[in-house]
């Protein structure tokens, strides 16, 4: 037996057993709509073989020849905005995320809201509705902003942000100095908001982490 005491650690650090070297944090996930949305987007504005070309440039050709079932790796939907918008342009880009933004909020109506749900929130006052749906949507944000943290606030206008944010995570150039990039959210929410809420919602990304704020904030009003 050593005759040298053994201070408790003060490392509370996860570590690998084998290595005891720290272990890596868990990779954030997001539903596959982000990636399955985005190639019906692209298919659309740019046809089959220059998605296929994109996607080969993000190191993603695995999500075309297997769409994904599951929850993504965050970093995907990092890489294919990225690429995207290095390709296309930031204007294109913003159209295409937009589309699959919609297409995104389209395939929650079908199948994820509750059929029963949706009727009650269309007749109930709008910002009764806005704030049941914003509370059901900040219970999943992890399925959407990954690692990002989605915090909002009801009331008219409502306001939510993420910080941290996928979509925009790593855009920081002067081309995107003075242009929100998040259209992949607003949109989501928008076609949400107008089908549950209100007709009128029209939604506005007031700041940007690309553009240097400290989040990617929106508000969404009615009237």
Not at 101 to 126: E, N, S, W
Not at 166 to 185: I, Q
Request: charged share 20%; glycine share 6%.
């Amino acid at each position: 037996m050593s005759s040298v005491t053994e201070q408790p650690s003060h490392d509370h650090a996860v570590r690998d057993p084998a290595t005891h070297a720290p272990a890596a944090a868990p990779v954030a996930r997001i539903g596959p709509n982000a990636i399955i949305r985005m190639i019906e987007a692209l298919r659309e504005e740019v046809g089959e073989a220059e998605t296929a070309r994109l996607f080969a440039a993000a190191g993603l050709s695995h999500h075309l020849v297997s769409v994904p079932e599951h929850m993504v790796d965050e970093r995907d939907v990092v890489a294919l905005h990225t690429v995207v918008r290095a390709d296309l342009g930031v204007a294109r880009a913003k159209k295409v995320a937009a589309d699959a933004g919609r297409r995104t909020a389209d395939y929650l109506l079908a199948v994820r809201i509750p059929k029963r749900v949706q009727p009650i929130l269309k007749i109930l006052p709008a910002r009764l509705s806005a704030k049941i749906l914003l509370g059901a949507i900040g219970k999943h944000a992890w399925t959407f902003a990954g690692s990002g943290e989605f915090s909002a606030v009801a009331g008219h206008p409502v306001r939510f942000s993420i910080a941290n944010c996928p979509v925009c995570r790593g855009a920081s150039s002067p081309e995107h100095m003075h242009t929100p990039l998040c259209d992949y959210y607003g949109a989501t929410f928008e076609r949400l908001f107008r089908t549950l809420v209100h007709p009128k919602s029209v939604v506005i990304e007031t700041a940007c982490q690309a553009n240097g704020a400290p989040a990617c904030a929106f508000e969404i009003s009615w009237r």
